[in-house]
């Protein structure tokens, strides 16, 4: 295989991957709004890209729950 096919077959092979990935999130999106979890297409894909860089799924679900009840106390309080 010479150089060019070699780059080639790596492109493809790049958007194989990043279509996989793009499909992966739309999973997990409509998982999410099944559950009824109130997050985005982005800050999922953060979330992702966060336990996908070593950050403990439980630990983080615990730190995106709590935001959660924080941002309704300060809701409630500021009547937003």
Known sequence: MNGSNM????????MSEKEEAQETLEIIHEMSQILNC???RQQLAILVSMIENGVNPEALALVVNEMKTE???YKKIHKQ
Do not use: A, C, P, Y
């Open 7 to 14: 780059k080639s077959q790596m492109r493809v092979s790049s």
């Open 38 to 40: 109130g997050l985005d």
């Open 71 to 73: 941002l309704n106390t």
